[in-house]
Nanobody, 124 residues
């Protein structure tokens, strides 16, 4: 059974950092693109970042560009999201997901395998 499990969320002050992990089990994910999404209270879920399979090309939403870094360690079947300079507006539940493509060209509605999410709260 394929599972994506996020971890690493928590409470952090503005300007702080967190590193989220997305562990994939049940399948080898070397060539599969993995996306990160988030949903803030009262808002729609939005795409944050994506890392492609094969060549690990990365993509970022404008709102987090230059603050967040996505990476993958295929040997660990894990994708990471390093979040620096966190802002109040980064507070959300963060999800990793895949649509089983090699690239990051899919839209959110095409992602069909999701983790359960991890809460990130940025507060002073």
């Amino acid at each position: 059974q394929v599972q994506l499990v996020e971890s690493g969320g928590g409470l952090v002050q503005p300007g702080g950092s967190l590193r989220l992990s997305c562990k994939i089990s049940g399948v080898t994910m070397d060539y599969v693109a993995i996306g990160w999404f988030r949903q803030a209270p009262g808002k729609e879920r939005e795409g944050v970042s994506c890392i492609s399979g094969v060549d690990a090309t990365t993509y970022y939403a404008d709102s987090i560009k230059d603050r967040f870094t996505v990476s993958r360690v295929n040997a660990r079947n894990t994708v990471y999201l390093q979040m620096n300079s966190l802002k109040l507006e980064d507070t959300a539940i963060y999800y990793c997901a895949t649509d089983w493509r090699h690239n990051c060209e899919g839209v959110q509605s095409q992602y069909n395998t999701w983790g359960q999410g991890t809460q990130v709260t940025v507060s002073s």
